[in-house]
Protein backbone atom coordinates (compact mmCIF):
# COMPACT_ATOMS: atom_id res chain seq x y z
CA UNK A 1 0.00 0.00 0.00
CA UNK A 2 1.37 3.56 -0.62
CA UNK A 3 1.72 6.16 2.02
CA UNK A 4 -1.51 8.22 1.27
CA UNK A 5 -2.29 10.06 4.78
CA UNK A 6 -5.51 8.41 4.63
CA UNK A 7 -4.13 5.27 5.26
CA UNK A 8 -2.38 6.34 8.54
CA UNK A 9 -5.41 7.93 9.84
CA UNK A 10 -6.57 7.76 13.10
CA UNK A 11 -9.85 6.23 12.03
CA UNK A 12 -8.36 3.96 10.04
CA UNK A 13 -5.53 2.65 12.39
CA UNK A 14 -9.05 2.14 14.75
CA UNK A 15 -10.69 0.05 11.97
CA UNK A 16 -8.05 -2.05 11.94
CA UNK A 17 -7.87 -2.26 15.26
CA UNK A 18 -10.80 -3.93 15.46
CA UNK A 19 -10.11 -5.96 12.69
CA UNK A 20 -7.11 -7.74 13.14
CA UNK A 21 -6.85 -10.11 10.37
CA UNK A 22 -6.11 -6.69 8.27
CA UNK A 23 -2.85 -5.73 8.03
CA UNK A 24 -1.36 -3.47 5.98
CA UNK A 25 1.84 -3.30 4.29
CA UNK A 26 3.28 -0.08 3.20
CA UNK A 27 5.70 0.18 0.45
CA UNK A 28 8.94 2.33 1.17
CA UNK A 29 8.26 5.92 0.52
CA UNK A 30 9.62 6.86 -3.18
CA UNK A 31 9.38 3.11 -4.33
CA UNK A 32 6.06 3.85 -6.60
CA UNK A 33 7.40 1.26 -8.92
CA UNK A 34 6.93 -1.78 -6.23
CA UNK A 35 3.59 -0.90 -6.41
CA UNK A 36 2.06 -2.44 -9.47
CA UNK A 37 -1.57 -0.10 -9.69
CA UNK A 38 1.43 3.13 -9.95
CA UNK A 39 2.16 1.45 -12.92
CA UNK A 40 -0.66 0.58 -14.24
CA UNK A 41 -1.70 4.27 -13.80
CA UNK A 42 1.86 5.42 -14.97
CA UNK A 43 0.68 3.49 -18.31
CA UNK A 44 -2.71 4.47 -18.46
CA UNK A 45 -1.15 8.31 -18.50
CA UNK A 46 1.87 7.48 -21.01
CA UNK A 47 -1.24 6.10 -23.23
CA UNK A 48 -4.73 7.94 -22.44
CA UNK A 49 -4.15 11.27 -21.25
CA UNK A 50 -0.45 12.69 -21.28
CA UNK A 51 0.15 14.66 -24.24
CA UNK A 52 -3.61 15.15 -25.32
CA UNK A 53 -5.53 17.77 -25.94
CA UNK A 54 -8.57 18.05 -24.22
CA UNK A 55 -11.50 20.68 -24.36
CA UNK A 56 -13.49 19.22 -21.63
CA UNK A 57 -13.84 16.75 -18.91
CA UNK A 58 -15.83 14.29 -21.26
CA UNK A 59 -12.93 14.28 -23.54
CA UNK A 60 -10.97 12.88 -20.57
CA UNK A 61 -12.93 10.67 -20.14
CA UNK A 62 -13.83 9.18 -23.31
CA UNK A 63 -9.90 8.88 -23.81
CA UNK A 64 -9.76 7.27 -20.50
CA UNK A 65 -12.72 5.32 -21.58
CA UNK A 66 -10.78 3.78 -25.19
CA UNK A 67 -7.70 3.03 -23.58
CA UNK A 68 -9.75 0.48 -21.20
CA UNK A 69 -11.66 -0.54 -23.74
CA UNK A 70 -8.67 -1.22 -25.71
CA UNK A 71 -6.58 -2.73 -23.09
CA UNK A 72 -9.69 -5.04 -21.79
CA UNK A 73 -9.86 -6.99 -25.72
CA UNK A 74 -6.39 -7.86 -25.17
CA UNK A 75 -5.27 -8.02 -21.53
CA UNK A 76 -2.19 -9.47 -20.60
CA UNK A 77 -0.36 -9.70 -17.15
CA UNK A 78 2.76 -7.75 -15.80
CA UNK A 79 5.58 -9.98 -16.27
CA UNK A 80 8.66 -8.60 -13.31
CA UNK A 81 11.98 -9.33 -15.78
CA UNK A 82 14.17 -7.78 -13.52
CA UNK A 83 16.51 -10.06 -11.57
CA UNK A 84 17.49 -9.49 -7.72
CA UNK A 85 20.60 -9.30 -9.27
CA UNK A 86 20.79 -6.53 -11.43
CA UNK A 87 18.26 -4.32 -9.03
CA UNK A 88 21.12 -4.83 -6.74
CA UNK A 89 23.68 -3.58 -9.28
CA UNK A 90 21.68 -0.90 -10.47
CA UNK A 91 21.53 0.57 -6.44
CA UNK A 92 24.85 -0.45 -5.92
CA UNK A 93 25.84 1.84 -9.22
CA UNK A 94 23.82 4.50 -7.27
CA UNK A 95 24.89 4.72 -4.14
CA UNK A 96 28.73 4.94 -5.18
CA UNK A 97 27.32 8.07 -7.31
CA UNK A 98 25.54 9.49 -4.37
CA UNK A 99 28.41 8.65 -2.05
CA UNK A 100 30.64 10.46 -4.98
CA UNK A 101 29.02 13.94 -4.44
CA UNK A 102 27.95 13.98 -0.62
CA UNK A 103 29.92 11.40 1.56
CA UNK A 104 28.18 9.13 3.98
CA UNK A 105 25.02 9.85 2.36
CA UNK A 106 23.53 6.46 2.13
CA UNK A 107 24.92 4.76 5.37
CA UNK A 108 22.05 3.59 7.76
CA UNK A 109 20.73 6.03 9.88
CA UNK A 110 19.03 5.34 13.75
CA UNK A 111 15.19 6.35 13.49
CA UNK A 112 13.43 7.17 16.52
CA UNK A 113 10.96 4.86 16.99
CA UNK A 114 6.93 6.23 17.12
CA UNK A 115 5.00 5.44 20.31
Not at 15 to 39: A, D, G, I, M, Y
Not at 45 to 68: N, P, T
Not at 92 to 109: A, M, N, V, W, Y
Amino acid sequence: MDNYGTHKHENTRNWLKRHPRFVLHFVPTSSSWLNLVERWFGHLDEKAIRRGVFRSVEDVKASIDEFLTARNKDPKPFVWTATVESITEKLSRCRRTLEKIQPGCTSPRSRKRKK
